[in-house]
């Protein structure tokens, strides 16, 4: 393969993404991929420090304007130090959330708009965006449910209203951008959710394979 391949996973906290990651990674790996999942916020020594002031439930008093920045400049650190070294490597690189997590969580959530949220992550990100994007679509409320046994976090304790508002900033996006967005219905059985994202993931190599 003469190029890497970006992926990112995206939905609600509770729509079984981790479970699915690890199945993908499993998959390329069986296909002789280099493969490298990464997270965000995160990913770096720096992003980590970030995570941690951004989820904490001491800081409650943050501003949602900070709240974006926070998360951009953790993602400018992920794109410059891990993402890009690893796609020039020929690598495939899953991430668990990307720039269409601030869109749907700060730009939806917060109220703070999609455009004014993309541009400081186009900032950010030199404008990298995934090969594919994969939404996992789960109502908020069946979320919700899935996260009241642990112990959530600064946004993850925020009221419904808040989530449903995120939950359809996602169909939102995933409605203008039907190329690179594909939505799997995430609600059901391991391994049907699964066989559905492999066809995807194997059209996505056959895709790629031929440019």
Excluded at 31 to 55: A, S, Y
């Amino acid at each position: 393969m003469k190029r890497g391949i970006f992926i990112s996973i995206e939905g609600l906290d509770g729509s079984g993404k981790s479970t699915q990651i690890k199945l993908m990674e499993d998959f390329f790996k069986e296909r002789n991929f280099k493969v490298l999942f990464t997270r965000e916020p995160g990913g770096t020594k720096i992003g980590e420090k970030l995570r941690d002031i951004i989820l904490d439930n001491d800081h409650r008093e943050m501003a949602y304007t900070t709240e974006a920045l926070l998360y951009a400049a953790s993602r400018g650190q992920h794109v410059k130090e891990v993402i890009l070294p690893a796609l020039k490597e020929g690598k495939v690189v899953l991430t668990d959330r990307f720039v269409d997590s601030s869109i749907a969580y700060q730009g939806g959530g917060r109220g703070l708009g999609e455009e004014r949220v993309r541009e400081i992550n186009d900032f950010a990100t030199l404008g990298l965006e995934p090969d594919l994007t994969i939404f996992f679509d789960i109502a908020p409320k069946l979320t919700l449910k899935r996260i009241e046994a642990k112990e959530i976090d600064r946004l993850e304790e925020e009221e419904i209203g808040f989530h449903t508002r995120v939950y359809n900033s996602y169909l939102n996006l995933a409605r203008k951008n039907p190329q690179r967005i594909k939505i799997i219905r995430a609600q059901g059985d391991i391994l049907e959710i699964n066989r559905a994202i492999k066809k995807i993931l194997i059209e996505l190599i056959d895709n790629i394979g031929n440019k």
